[in-house]
């Protein structure tokens, strides 16, 4: 038990956090580890011949890239881009209600990836990770995907839809991988890329 202590109090990086959304956050804190934030406001277009897990190594890593300030000695920057993808096509995030709603339509009856991109960035070094995890949605009813968006915070979720929301308490058969990972950050890899970083 001291040996966990010990690294999470006396970790030699100061870890800085480049992601505004609210589960990144909750996720880091349940690890021990503290943290600042500070997002990154890096665009989030990626060049159209990448493919599945390469899109969200690319945002990542662009973010940490386009990290405003210079990172100091005992500093490390954790930038995460966690996609949506379906039948060889992203999902993003959708931008008004009728494209929530369109999204999840397709989503029913079937089996998509979630990948989450990972990058861990110092002064001095680099070192990016990926992720995936099958979520199975069973076959959704129309008026339980359109209570779904009339009734929760879709816009900034990709593929339309959080894990841990009303839609996945329902519409989940099942998950093959990191249930974390589908909510935006794999939690095992990062500890343990953290650890011997």
């Known amino acids: 038990m001291l040996h966990i202590e010990e690294t999470l109090k006396n970790y030699p990086y100061k870890l800085i956090l ?26 989030e277009t990626f060049p159209a011949d990448l493919k599945g897990s390469e899109i969200p190594v690319f945002l990542a890593e662009k973010k940490a890239d ?19 993808w379906l039948e060889g ?12 709603v369109k999204m999840l339509e397709t989503l029913s009856g079937k089996m998509h990836e979630v990948y989450t ?7 001095t070094k ?12 069973k076959k959704l009813k129309k008026e339980e995907i359109e209570y ?10 990709a593929g339309g839809y959080g894990v841990q929301d009303w839609i996945g308490l329902i519409g989940i058969d099942k998950i093959e991988g990191s249930f ?3 909510m935006g950050l794999p939690v095992k890899e990062l500890y343990e890329e953290l650890v011997k970083f």
């Open 117 to 123: 991109g990972v990058c861990l960035k110092s002064a």
């Open 126 to 137: 680099q070192t990016t990770f990926v992720d995936v995890t099958k979520v199975y949605f």
């Open 18 to 43: 480049g992601s505004g959304s609210p589960r990144r956050q909750e996720l880091l804190k349940n690890l021990g580890f503290e943290f600042l934030i500070k997002p990154t406001n890096a665009d």
């Open 148 to 157: 779904y968006v009339a009734n929760s915070n879709v816009y900034d979720k």
């Open 180 to 182: 974390y990972n589908v």
């Open 66 to 84: 386009e990290y405003p300030d210079e990172l100091k000695d005992n500093e490390l920057l954790i930038t995460a881009d966690t996609i949506v």
């Open 89 to 100: 096509k992203v999902l993003n995030k959708p931008a008004k209600y009728d494209e929530a």
